[in-house]
Every structure is written in C-alpha cells, then in structure tokens.
C-alpha cells in the first residue's frame, strides 16, 4: 500500500482555525481538523500536494502586495487554494443556504 500522501484520491480536512476555537477545539493540534469534521464543522476537503505544487503554493505567498496589482494577486492566491482545495462540506452562503462542494467557485 502506498503512502497517504501519494494516494491521488485520498482526502483530509481542513477546519478554518477560527471554526476549530468556535467549536472548543485546539487550533494548535493537528488531529483538530480531523475531529471538528466528523463533528460536522465546515470544512474544506484537500489533497495533499506534489513538491511543484508547494513550490508554486509557496510563491504566490511570497508576493509582494504592496507593488503586485491587487487582481494579480488574488489570481495567485486562488490560484494556490487550487492546487490543494478539491471541495468542500457543510459550507453556507450568507443566507445560510448550503454552497455546493464545486472548487470552480472559489
């Protein structure tokens, strides 16, 4: 069987930090995401990376916002969340209406 992080299918959550501390878990441990989704926390569903994908992750983080036109830097931005993001669960709207798991949104 091979690694986790070598599964193009396998999956991890990732709870917003302030979600974690809303709903009495530790942002600081690792298992948090991982309990907070099961315990119905909105979530984010990742894949892990490949080592170009961090790299390319790690840049549009590295851009320098104060002389990068604001829209370049949203387009790197999202286009980083991409590498990684491939849905999501229990996420609403303002409305409170349920958004569809579509990583095309973002």
Not at 25 to 51: I, Q, V, W
Not at 58 to 81: C, H
């Amino acid at each position: 069987m091979a690694p986790l992080a070598l599964d193009p299918e396998e999956r991890f959550p990732l709870v917003l930090r302030t979600d974690l501390a809303a709903r009495g878990f530790d942002p600081d441990d690792p298992a948090s995401d991982e309990k907070a989704a099961a315990a119905g926390a909105p979530h984010f569903l990742c894949r892990y990376m490949t080592c170009r994908e961090w790299r390319e992750y790690r840049q549009a983080g590295e851009l320098d916002r104060d002389s990068t036109p604001p829209a370049q830097v949203q387009n790197d931005l999202f286009y980083a969340l991409h590498l990684a993001i491939v849905g999501w669960q229990g996420l609403t709207d303002r409305d409170g209406q349920p958004l569809p798991s579509d990583p095309a949104r973002l």
